[in-house]
């Protein structure tokens, strides 16, 4: 798939707002700092589609852009820790679970974390969250760029190793660098499969 256009549609804080669900819908989601904006500009080959920022939480409506007037790809906010009061955090937290779980056309979720990091609570728990609730996500692991391949590897064991205490089988994964482009044509690729074995 090429993206030849992507626009900015409308942001809110109401799933009842959000755009007439007639399209295929995949959001982006992750904790604060993930590298979300610029996985999501690097996808798009537009600099300042997403708004980046080194302050975490500066996502903080649910964002729609129509993708070659054919699909929905959607920003959210990040979750776990952001600078902003708890009640704000809380606000984030009930409206992006409203959207999450009633939002008819949204086809998957890109659940972006951090390959640096060893498994975080905040993402097994919220991956654990869709599971239960029978939504159909991918797991991005965003900023390889940061580690050698060996490290790479070991940190993807570790965490296939974690997710496997609780999942019968591993999620579905792609491993991407916003600075690189690695993992574009992938999720790209990924979003064109689903988007035609959808319409049948």
């Not at 906010?77 to 992006?96: D, I, M, N």
């Not at 993402?123 to 939504?135: A, R, T």
Request: hydrophobic share 35%; proline share 5%; with cysteine.
């Amino acid at each position: 798939m090429e993206i030849k256009e992507a626009r900015f549609i409308v942001s809110n804080t109401d799933v009842k707002k959000c755009p007439k669900p007639d399209r295929p819908e995949y959001a982006f989601i992750g904790r604060s700092n993930v590298g979300k904006s610029s996985l999501i500009n690097m996808l798009t080959d537009k600099k300042s589609l997403a708004k980046t920022s080194g302050k975490p939480g500066k996502t903080q409506l649910i964002n729609h852009f129509l993708i070659n007037e054919e699909w929905y790809l959607v920003d959210l906010p990040g979750y776990g820790y952001a600078k902003v009061p708890k009640t704000e955090r809380l606000k984030w937290e009930k409206f992006l679970r409203k959207y999450i779980l009633r939002r008819e056309n949204l086809y998957c979720l890109f659940v972006l974390i951090d390959i640096r990091h060893s498994p975080q609570k905040a993402d097994l728990e919220f991956m654990e969250w869709l599971g239960v609730n029978g939504i159909p996500f991918v797991i991005v692991f965003t900023k390889a760029d940061k580690l050698k391949p060996e490290e790479q590897e070991k940190n993807l064991k570790n965490y296939q190793e974690e997710m496997l205490k609780t999942w019968e089988t591993m999620p579905g994964f792609f491993v991407t660098s916003s600075t690189l482009g690695k993992g574009k044509s992938e999720i790209l690729n990924f979003i064109e499969t689903t988007n035609r074995s959808e319409s049948k």
